[in-house]
C-alpha cells in the first residue's frame, strides 16, 4: 500500500523519510522537496505527476541511487542507500534498479539484443545464460523477432520496448520509468502503457512512474502529486493498475 | 572478453575517423620504425663492436698509412694479446653504384681477432692455397649472385689497374648485426701488385687485448709507444672507433631523435583530440552505462581501451609496412649494410605506440570516468 504520511511501518519494499534535496544556482537556493515522506509495497504502481520542475524527475534519480539527497533516508529492500559510497551505490543500481528513460537511451551502435544484455554484462551468468535472458526480456516485450535490429530500424514505440527489455532482463527490484510516453504518439504510447501494467500486473513488478500524460498516469493504482516539494495522494478519476486503456 | 564487442561497436561508430586514426599510428610508427633502421644501420658497427678489440690508426687521419713494422712493436706492449691489420682497397665492381666494403687482410690473425665472422674449413683452406682468392660475406654474394669459384673483377681507384679475385670462401656472422657484406682477400697480393709507395703500410691495425678492462690502459700505451715517431698512432676502442665514424655522417641520433619526438607529439594531439571528440559524443552513452550500473572505472577502462586498440592496431600495421620495406634489403645498395628492424626495435615501438594511445586517451577518459549520470542525461 502506498502512503506518504511518514506513516508506514517500515515493511514496504520502499521506504522514504525527511527526503529533502536543495539545488544551488548562482546565488539562488532551490528547495526541490522538502521533507517529502513515502512507503511504498512490492507490487505496486505509482505515478508521478506534477507541473514541469516540481521535481518529479529528481525524486526518480534520488529513489534509484543516481543522485544523493540533501537530508532524509531512502531505504530499498531493507538496504538505506543514501549513505553508500559512489561504487556501492552504483553496484546497488545494477542489482535493483531498471530504468526507463523517455527518449529510450539505446545505445546506437549495439542491437536491440546487445542493448538489452547490457545490465547482464555486469553478472557472473554465461554467454548462453545472458542469451536465454535477454531472448526471454525480448519476448516479454514482443520484439524477440526484431533482436538483430539496430535502434535506428526500430519504431520510437519499439525502441521503448527495448529499453524496457533492458529494464528487466536482470530482474531488478522495482523499474524507475521517467515520462516512458512523452515522446511517443497515442497508440504507441497506450501500447507502452499495456506493456508496463502487464509488468505490474503478470510479473508482480514494483513500478514508479513520472508522468507529464494523464491518460499514462490514471492506468497506474496510486497517482500521487509533487508541489512545491510536497508529496499529495491525487483522486484517479477512475480505473485501475492493468486496465487496457 | 564480454566488453569486446562494446569497445569495437564505439570504435565502428564513426568509421572513417578511427581509420584515419589508425592510419596517423600506422605512418607515425612507420616514421619510428624506418628511422630506426637508419640510426640502426649508422650505428651497426658500433653495436657489433668487439669489448676487446681496439683500432690503432694514423694519429693524423684513417686515410694515412702505419708501418707495418709497428706490427712486432705493438705485441710487445704489455696487455696486447694478438694484432692484424687491413687495408682499405676501394675498387669499383662493373658499376660506382656498386659499393661494398673490399679489404687486403692478414689472413690467420685477421680470422681469429674476428670470432665472429665464420668461415667453413675447406673454404678456408682453398682461400689460403689461392693467392687471388677472397672470402666475401653472405649477403654480398647473394646481392650479386655470387658463388664459390666466380672469378671477380675490381677497378682499382686507390690501387691502380683491374684486379682479379676468386671466390674461395663465404662467411656468415654468429649474430643478426654482424656485417655480412664485405669482401677479403690476402694482404700479400695487395703488397705483390702495388705502387712501391705502399710497401710494407697497412691502413690500420686492430689489437686485441687480453684483458677489456685494461683497454683504455692500453690504447694509451700504445699511443705512447709511437709518439714522437713519424707515424704517430690514435688508439681508440673499436666501439669508439664505430661511433666517430658514424658521426662523420651528422648527428644522425638527435636528428632521428627531433623527427621522432614531433611526429609522437603530434600524434599525441591528434589521437587526443579524436578521443576527446568521441567521448563528447557519447556524453549520452556513457551515461546510460553508469545509469545501468556500470562503474566509473569501467567507463575509464572502456575510454583508454579504445584508444589503446586504435594505438595497438595503428602501431603494428605501421611496423609491418617497416619490417615489409627492410625485407628487401640496403636500398642503398652497401652504404647501409645493416638495414633491418630488430625484434627490440619493433617491441619498443609498439611500446611508445600503446603509451601514446594511454596518454592520448587519459584525459578524455578521466572526463568520461567523472561525467556526472543526471547532469548527463538531462543534457540530452
Known amino acids: ?245 | 572478453m564480454k566488453y569486446s564487442a562494446l569497445i569495437l561497436t564505439n570504435l565502428l561508430r564513426k568509421k572513417i575517423r578511427t581509420v584515419l586514426t589508425i592510419g596517423s599510428f600506422a605512418v607515425a610508427l612507420f616514421l619510428f620504425g624506418l628511422l630506426s633502421v637508419v640510426q640502426g644501420a649508422f650505428n651497426q658497427g658500433v653495436e657489433v663492436a668487439g669489448a676487446d678489440r681496439l683500432v690503432v690508426i694514423n694519429k693524423v687521419s684513417i686515410i694515412q698509412p702505419l708501418p707495418i713494422s709497428y706490427k712486432e712493436r705493438l705485441l710487445r706492449v704489455p696487455g696486447v694479446k694478438q694484432v692484424t691489420h687491413a687495408n682499405w682497397f676501394g675498387g669499383v665492381y662493373q658499376d660506382e653504384r656498386n659499393f661494398f666494403a673490399q679489404m687486403a687482410v692478414e689472413d690467420d690473425t685477421f680470422r681469429s681477432v674476428y670470432p665472429e665472422y665464420v668461415i667453413p674449413e675447406d673454404q678456408w683452406q682453398a682461400y689460403m692455397s689461392d693467392r687471388e682468392g677472397a672470402i666475401v660475406g653472405s649477403d654480398l654474394a647473394k646481392r650479386f649472385h655470387w658463388k664459390l669459384g666466380d672469378r671477380i673483377p675490381l677497378k682499382g681507384t686507390i690501387f691502380q689497374g683491374t684486379w682479379e679475385f676468386n671466390i674461395r670462401a663465404v662467411y656468415q656472422g654468429k649474430r643478426t648485426a654482424d656485417d655480412t657484406t664485405q669482401f677479403w682477400f690476402h694482404y700479400k697480393y695487395l703488397e705483390e701488385r702495388e705502387n712501391p709507395y705502399w710497401k710494407g703500410l697497412v691502413g690500420w691495425y686492430t689489437v686485441q687485448v687480453a684483458s677489456p678492462d685494461d683497454s683504455v690502459k692500453v690504447a694509451r700505451q700504445i699511443d705512447e709507444t709511437f709518439s714522437n715517431s713519424p707515424w704517430e698512432t690514435k688508439t681508440d676502442t673499436e666501439k669508439a672507433f664505430a661511433a666517430s665514424w658514424a658521426k662523420q655522417a651528422g648527428n644522425i641520433q638527435l636528428l632521428l631523435l627531433s623527427v621522432g619526438a614531433v611526429v609522437f607529439f603530434t600524434l599525441l594531439l591528434v589521437t587526443g583530440n579524436t578521443m576527446a571528440i568521441a567521448v563528447r559524443e557519447r556524453v549520452r552513452d556513457l551515461a546510460v552505462l553508469k545509469a545501468v550500473g556500470f562503474s566509473d572505472v569501467f567507463v575509464l577502462v572502456l575510454v583508454l581501451a579504445e584508444s589503446l586498440l586504435i594505438a595497438a592496431v595503428g602501431g603494428a600495421l605501421g611496423l609491418a609496412g617497416a619490417k615489409l620495406l627492410t625485407l628487401s634489403g640496403d636500398p642503398t645498395h652497401g652504404m647501409l649494410p645493416f638495414f633491418y628492424l630488430s625484434p627490440q626495435t619493433a617491441l619498443t615501438g609498439f611500446g611508445v605506440a600503446l603509451l601514446v594511445g594511454v596518454i592520448a586517451g587519459l584525459l578524455p577518459a578521466l572526463s568520461a570516468m567523472r561525467l556526472n549520470v543526471v547532469d548527463a542525461l538531462r543534457r540530452v
Not at chain 1, 534498479?97 to 545490465?119: K, R
Not at chain 1, 535472458?133 to 539496430?150: F, N, P, S, T
Not at chain 1, 509488468?199 to 514508479?208: A, C, G, I, Y
Not at chain 1, 497506474?220 to 508541489?227: D, G, K, S, T
Open chain 1, 1 to 245: 500500500m502506498v502512503r506518504v504520511d511518514g506513516g508506514g511501518d517500515g515493511s514496504g519494499l520502499v521506504r522514504v523519510r525527511g527526503l529533502d534535496k536543495k539545488y544551488q544556482r548562482g546565488s539562488e537556493e532551490i528547495h526541490v522537496l522538502q521533507g517529502l515522506n513515502l512507503d511504498v509495497d512490492e507490487g505496486d504502481f505509482v505515478a508521478f505527476m506534477g507541473p514541469s520542475g516540481s521535481g518529479k524527475t529528481t525524486l526518480l534519480n534520488l529513489l534509484g541511487g543516481l543522485d544523493l539527497p540533501t537530508a532524509g533516508t531512502i531505504t530499498v529492500a531493507g538496504d538505506e542507500i543514501t549513505h553508500l559510497s559512489g561504487s556501492r551505490l552504483t553496484q546497488w543500481r545494477a542489482r535493483h534498479v531498471g530504468f526507463v528513460f523517455q527518449m529510450y537511451n539505446l545505445i546506437p551502435v549495439l542491437t536491440a539484443f546487445q542493448n538489452v544484455e547490457l545490465p547482464l554484462l555486469l553478472t557472473r551468468l554465461s554467454k548462453a545464460e545472458r542469451r536465454s535472458h535477454v531472448e526471454v526480456a525480448l519476448e516479454v516485450v514482443g520484439l524477440k523477432d526484431r533482436m538483430h535490429h539496430y535502434p535506428r530500424q526500430l519504431s520510437g514505440g519499439q525502441e521503448q520496448r527495448v529499453g524496457i527489455a533492458r529494464a528487466i532482463v536482470a530482474d531488478p527490484t522495482f523499474l524507475l520509468c521517467d515520462e516512458p510516453t512523452g515522446d511517443l504518439d497515442r497508440k504507441s504510447a497506450d501500447e507502452i502503457m499495456d506493456l508496463i501494467c502487464q509488468l505490474v500486473s503478470e510479473h508482480n513488478k514494483t513500478v514508479l512512474l513520472v508522468t507529464h500524460d494523464p491518460a499514462a498516469a490514471e492506468r497506474a493504482q496510486v497517482v500521487l502529486h509533487l508541489n512545491k516539494g510536497v508529496l499529495v495522494e491525487a483522486q484517479k478519476a477512475g480505473g485501475s493498475a492493468g486496465a487496457p486503456s
